[in-house]
């Protein structure tokens, strides 16, 4: 399943059901409260381009905007007349002064020094993300958005069985008259869920073990897929691969060397994430999916693992009510880990 495929089906209504973990589930309610937290100190926004979903007219077509991808889904609910979009994150100097293809050799050496994880027998891949998307809507010339953080659980079997579970936190709004304007046109402000079971082999597209080095990486991740046209759809892949497969460490080796070849790679600076992670930032810029972006990837440092990936409109806005620069997307990567599945 592909990024568009993941956008189709968070849009349909979502909620998971709670593992029984209570000493996991403590401390990734401390982490989801802290992400979220940051997502209500965002700015009043102005009009500006078509985000993550764009409704092109009254009840007509929505585009969806993820991970590069575009598909076009129904409208389904109505939109608040603003979004109060996240903070940008303060990136301070870099870790070194090494260029991103040099620093993230290092960080890929770092990664597979690391010892591999225990797996109990039993146990199956169990991988945990908060994520942030706005959804926007163009009507009659007047662009309205509504912030809907999203929690994306999921366990994968070696046969490439498994389950996902999709929770949509309530909406978020730029003020009390947004919500009394989203709630008159019919919208949710509640919770929901969405659960899918699946049978073995249908789990995801990406089958079979993650290679080992960035060569075989690049031609997996594309496999049976139209080549990708910029660099940055690497990248992309890369941050989605982060999100439904549990890497050990000569795997997350091969992916930062799969990044440290890509052209147009830079270092972005030392930062901390909405997890309140340390972590060292490598950046593309580029147009490839129409208005100039930051595509981010956030690594630690101590481990060569994947905190998080964002997308970061950068000059225009095109027709969306938002300031820039304005957050797109970001994902933080929360738990990876082997355990049971559930029942």
């Given at each position: 399943?592909?990024a568009i495929d993941e956008v189709r089906q968070l849009l349909g209504g979502l909620d998971p059901a709670w593992d029984s973990r209570p000493?996991g589930e403590e401390r990734r309610a401390r982490d989801l409260a802290r992400i979220l937290a940051s997502d209500r100190t965002g700015r009043p926004a102005r009009r500006a381009m078509p985000r993550r979903r764009l409704v092109l007219a ?286």
């Amino acid at each position: 399943m592909n990024a568009i495929d993941e956008v189709r089906q968070l849009l349909g209504g979502l909620d998971p059901a709670w593992d029984s973990r209570p000493e996991g589930e403590e401390r990734r309610a401390r982490d989801l409260a802290r992400i979220l937290a940051s997502d209500r100190t965002g700015r009043p926004a102005r009009r500006a381009m078509p985000r993550r979903r764009l409704v092109l007219a009254a009840g007509a077509v929505v585009l969806a905007i993820a991970a590069g991808g575009v598909a076009l889904e129904t409208a389904r609910e109505p939109q608040p007349a603003y979004a109060a979009t996240p903070a940008i994150l303060t990136y301070g100097p870099p870790a070194s002064a090494e260029p991103a293809n040099v620093r993230l050799r290092r960080l890929a050496e770092v990664a597979a020094s690391q010892p591999a994880p225990q797996r109990p027998a039993g146990t199956v891949e169990y991988l945990e993300s908060a994520n942030w998307f706005l959804n926007s809507s163009i009507t009659g010339g007047r662009t309205t958005s509504a912030v809907v953080p999203e929690q994306w659980r999921s366990w994968r079997t070696d046969d490439n069985a498994g389950r996902q579970v999709w929770k949509a936190l309530p909406p978020t709004f730029q003020s009390d008259a947004d919500r009394r304007e989203w709630k008159r046109r019919g919208g949710r402000t509640d919770s929901s869920e969405k659960t899918r079971d699946y049978a073995a082999g249908e789990f995801h597209r990406w089958r079979g073990p993650v290679p080992t080095d960035a060569t075989t990486l690049r031609a997996w991740l594309t496999a049976g897929a139209p080549a990708p046209e910029a660099p940055v759809q690497y990248l992309e892949a890369v941050a989605e691969l982060a999100g439904v497969r549990l890497l050990n460490p000569a795997q997350r080796a091969a992916a930062l060397d799969l990044l440290a070849d890509l052209p147009g790679i830079t270092v972005t600076g030392t930062v901390t994430d909405r997890a309140g992670r340390s972590g060292e930032a490598f950046s593309i810029t580029s147009d490839a999916h129409g208005l100039p972006t930051q595509y981010t990837v956030i690594v630690d440092p101590r481990s060569g693992a994947l905190l998080g990936y964002e997308a970061v409109l950068t000059e225009t806005a095109g027709m969306l009510n938002v300031t820039i620069p304005a957050v797109i997307t970001y994902r933080s990567y929360l738990v990876a880990e082997y355990t049971t599945m559930p029942g």
